[in-house]
Each structure stands twice: as C-alpha cells, then as structure tokens.
C-alpha cells in the first residue's frame, strides 16, 4: 500500500469524524433538544478555547516525547469515547463542557495530522507542496461524505450523527498506529544550546521574533475569525428559511419523494425544496468547491506566492459574505450556490496554503509545534474572537425583540470585515515571491 493512500484514508476519517456533527449541530440543538440560542454560541466557542492550547500542547509532546503518529491515535479513540457520550447529555451547560472536552481532543489532531503527513512525505523524499493538496483533498470528500450520510439517513436533529462520528473516530484511532513513524526530533539539539524557550517546550513561539511569521499569525487569527463566522452561521441562516411563508410547507425529501419529485416538480422548484428541507446538502457545495481548490493549490504557489493566494482568500471570503447577504431559497438560490463555490477558494488559500507556509518557514524539530502554533492562532484566538465579537454585535444591532435575525445586515457587515482584512494584509505583508519556489520561497524540496 502506497504511502499516498495511506494517508489519503487518514484525511478522509479526519474530516469524516468532524462533518458528521459540525454542520448539522444546530438542528439538533434548536429543533431536538429545544435550546436556547445564547449557549448554543458558547458551544460553537468550545472548538476556540480549545484551540488556544491544545495544539499547542499536542506539538510540544510530539515532538519532544510521544511520536505524533501514537499521539494522533490516542486523541482520536479518546474522542471517540466523548463523542459516544453526547446522546446521553440532558442540559445545554452539560453539554458544553462535554463539547468542550471533545474538541480538547479533536483540534490537536488536525495540526498533528499535517505534521505525520508532511514527515511521511518527506521520509519519501516527495515534494511537499505538489503531493499534499492531492491527499488533503479527500478530507474535503470525507467531510461531504459525512455530511450526504447524515443527512440522507435523517440523522441531521437526532443523536445518530454523533453515533457516526464516534465510530469514525475509533477506526481512525486505530489506523493513526500503522502510520509511518514520526518520532520526536527536539532531542537532536545540542543541550547547551537549549534556551529557556526549548526547555518549556515553546520554541515554535520564536517565529513570532520574525516580523513578516509574526504579521502573517496575526492575520492567520483574522482569518480564523471569518471561518468561524461561517461554521456557527452559515446552516443556521439556510435553517431560519423554513420560517418564512414561501418556504414553511417544504418537507424533507427521502429517496422516493425526491425521484417522484423529478417528475412533478422543475427543477428550480426541487432546487429550492432542498436549500430549504436539507441545507446541510446545499452547504456540501462548499466541501465539494474545495476538492477542486485544494488541486489548484500548487499550481497557485509556485506561480504567485504566498501574499497574493492570501489575499485572494480574503477577498473570496468578502464575496462569500456577499453573496449570502442577497441570496434565498428562490430566485436567489444561484448566489447562494455561487457562495458555496467561493467558499472553497476562501478556505484552502487560507488553510492549507497557511499550512505549507509555516512549514516552509519553521525547523524540522518544531514541525508538530509550529503546525500546532498556526491552529491555535486560527482556530484558536481567531475562533474565539470570531464567536464572541459576532454574537455581541448580532444581538446588538441585527436582532429583533422577537428573536428575528437580520441576515441580510449580518452578512454584509462580515462581507465588509474581510474587504478590510484584506486590504490591510495587503499592505502590511512584506513578502517577495520568486515563481517555481515554495510559498517560503526556498526551492520546492527544502525545508525553507
């Protein structure tokens, strides 16, 4: 079995594990359980505070005492256990401490399965950059996969899509062990050299010395923020259309309504019936942008580098934002579409390229720990941040007193917010890119 395709199934649980509950959460929260909006917010946080110092931790342990590989695996049949546990939780405050400790052992894992992944790539001596996005790819298909299997199984409100996840989560686990070994690497510095930094495990943390890592983290957590934005309200949004007198009447399709429906209805009419009854299938759209993306990657790299692909994602996700600002289940549909799409350039020009980056611009033996440093900037305090802004200023200015929400208000305003990220990392990011090299600017097989 080829080293390709034993981490493209690794990829494809990763994301699977995740895309059983992140999007549909919330129908399982407002329309199961019968919650209350303000702590279902704190859930949604529950993935930034971990972020802030898990991954951070977890790459210090990789890569000074556990292999990442053996680490990764422990995280996961761990997760497992949690996830297992969530059908049994009765109280929302219950349930984001549950939440909380699921994503303390889920988040670790996306930045340890970039650094297994790299260190098995280069243990092959293949080029990073060209043979990543192709793998990565099918965790974007594992997340859609999820997402079809959930919904088509009408999982989207009941506590099945917690069941799938935990079964995902325990075969991963278990598979993590017959990864290629990605033993700890700190050890290979000299001990008289070992700063206070080295000692306590924070080495990664010197990037930050380096003015244009310390001006792209910054911007990395700005962007986290806007992610952020996307996962809490993106479904909800689809959701609160089944509210609204043209779209109340709209049933749920199963396999057989949906062929006769084939038959019956226009296609614009069963268009509209699935934004508005299965929206979870209308947001896949976005993981399907990505696998066309993410192949693009390479090619965008080398010939740009990484300031304009950057920025490219900032104004992606403005026209994002944009687009939902004006789109519906009607005569709108194709902006909400079209936004979907965009999310894929939005999201892999800001992730996974980010990703390649720090590994081009970091030492080996901090690979776990720099890779755990860029997620907890992003998912970390650009999640938390993103959460805890946004619902200030929702309920501030964009809700109702009868609880309504003004979508169109609410989009624009982070329409507007990523326009002046963008602008502003396109001044204050200095970087010179010479076209055939990595995002680091080093040649494609160095490590920058």
């Known amino acids: 079995m080829s080293i390709k395709f034993r981490l493209v199934v690794m990829n494809f649980l990763q994301f699977f594990v995740w895309g059983s509950w992140l999007i549909t959460i919330g129908a399982y929260w407002f329309q199961n359980k019968h919650w209350g909006g303000a702590q279902f917010g704190a ?6 505070i971990a972020s802030l110092f898990m991954p951070s931790i977890a790459g210090v342990i990789a890569d000074k005492y556990v292999n990442a590989e053996k680490l990764y695996g422990l995280f996961h049949i761990a997760g497992a256990v949690v996830l297992f546990c969530v059908p049994l939780v009765t109280a929302p405050g219950t349930m984001f401490w549950v939440m909380l400790v699921n994503m303390m052992f889920y ?3 996306i930045s340890l399965s970039i650094a297994v992944g790299y260190n098995a790539l280069k243990r092959e ?51 993590a062990f017959t990864l290629p070994p990605c033993p700890p690497k700190l050890d290979h510095l ?24 310390a001006v792209f983290f910054v911007f990395a957590m700005l962007l ?25 009447d709209m049933a749920p399709l199963d396999w057989n309504t949906f062929f006769a429906s084939l038959s019956e209805h226009s296609f614009s009419e069963l268009a509209t019936r699935l934004a508005v009854a ?35 994602s900032m104004a992606a996700w403005a026209l994002r934002f944009g687009l939902f600002a004006y789109g519906n289940p009607g005569s709108g549909l194709w902006m909400i579409v079209l936004s979907c799409i965009v999310y894929g350039m939005a999201f892999d020009f800001f992730n996974i390229s980010g990703s390649l980056f720090v590994e081009s611009q970091s030492d080996p033996a901090i690979r776990a720990s720099a ?22 200023v929702i309920e501030a200015f964009f809700t109702a007193p009868d609880g309504a929400k003004d979508w169109h208000g609410i989009w624009i305003s982070f329409a507007a917010y990523s326009a002046v990220v963008a602008i502003a990392f396109l001044v204050l990011f200095r970087h010179k890119h010479v076209p055939g090299r990595d995002p680091g600017g080093s040649m494609a097989h160095g490590t920058g």
């Open 371 to 392: 890779q755990g440093l860029f997620m907890m900037m992003t998912n970390g305090f650009g999640a938390v941040l993103g959460s805890s802004i946004s619902g200030v």
């Open 224 to 248: 986290g923020a806007a992610l952020q934005l996307t996962n809490a309200y993106g479904d909800t949004f689809l959701h609160d259309f089944a509210t609204l007198a043209p779209y109340k």
């Open 125 to 175: 001596q293949l080029d990073v950059v060209t043979s990543f996005p192709p793998i990565r790819v099918w965790g974007t298909i594992g997340f859609i996969a999820a997402l079809w299997t959930v919904s088509l199984l009408h999982l989207e409100t009941t506590s099945g899509q917690f069941y799938v996840a935990s079964a995902a989560s325990l075969a991963l686990g278990l598979y």
């Open 107 to 109: 988040m670790p894992t």
């Open 190 to 213: 000299a001990a008289s050299s070992r700063s206070m930094l080295d000692t306590l495990g924070l080495t990664s943390f010197k990037l930050f010395r380096n003015a244009k890592m």
């Open 43 to 48: 859930i949604f946080s529950t993935m930034g």
């Open 278 to 312: 299965h929206p979870a299938i209308i947001m896949s759209i976005s993981q399907v942008s990505e696998t066309l993306f993410i192949l693009a990657i390479p090619f965008f790299l080398k010939r740009f580098g990484i300031k304009t692909v950057m920025f490219i």
